[in-house]
């Protein structure tokens, strides 16, 4: 079936970085684009960005794009979302979402399948 | 960007009970509102497209109507595994969601 499996929590201090992965299964890897979203405790869904796996080509949200890097690696169907400079704000649970539309080159911004989830504290 | 507000903020409602939800964007976006519900600890669930359309597999209790600036979303007789929070999300230019509406037990 299709699923996303992310990595386990993270612990890190102020100003470091944190590097999340986000593994897909059951369906062609670099046909749908991927989402990062972010939830702080409490609160809404934030969207952060968005990757094409196949290119790695990258929108980055206003609010995210000083201090986020999303890469991809086909050969382990895998995307990786780095954050740095990290700040207490930046303690959340971090999703990845999968794009609806599988056509390469293009994108819906329907976030249909989602990972489970990772939660990065950030605490000195 | 495209502000999205939801009304109310929380419910209260009874197993059987029909429950509306309204979106409001700050600017038309046609029909590209789509509709999530989340549980507690766990990742949001994609329940309906474009503002109509159920996803595969979400019982047809859900609806979703509007165009425009106005959405809601409907649940025509509320069951004990439909209590939890609900987010649209806009798909007209860059993804924003709404603040979300907590439906819990009256």
């Known amino acids: 079936q299709v699923q996303l499996v992310q990595s386990g929590a993270e612990l890190r201090r102020p100003g470091a970085s944190v590097k999340i992965s986000c593994e897909a299964s059951g369906y062609t890897f670099s046909r749908n684009y991927m989402h990062w979203v972010r939830q702080a405790p409490g609160q809404g869904l934030e969207w952060m960005g968005i990757i094409n796996p196949r290119s790695g080509a990258t929108i980055y949200a206003p609010e995210s794009k000083d201090r986020v890097t999303m890469t991809s690696d086909t050969s382990t169907n895998t995307v990786y979302m780095e954050l740095s400079s990290l700040r207490s704000e930046d303690t959340a649970v971090y999703y990845c979402a999968r794009d609806s539309v599988p056509a390469t080159g293009q994108r819906s911004d329907v976030l249909d399948i989602w990972g489970q989830g990772t939660l990065v504290t950030v605490s000195s | 960007d495209i502000l999205m507000t939801q009304s109310p903020p929380s419910l209260s409602a009874s197993v059987g009970d029909r429950v509306s939800i309204t979106c409001r964007a700050s600017q038309p976006i046609w029909t590209s509102l789509n509709w999530y519900q989340q549980k507690p600890g766990k990742a949001p669930r994609l329940l309906i497209v474009?503002?109509?359309h159920l996803q595969g597999g979400v019982p047809s209790r859900f609806s979703g109507s509007g165009s425009g600036t106005e959405f809601t979303l409907t649940i025509s007789s509320l069951q004990p595994e439909d209590f939890a929070t609900y987010y649209c999300?806009?798909?007209?230019?860059?993804?924003?969601f709404g603040p979300g509406t907590k439906v819990d037990l009256k």
């Open positions: 474009a503002a109509s």
């Open positions: 999300q806009q798909s007209y230019s860059s993804p924003g």
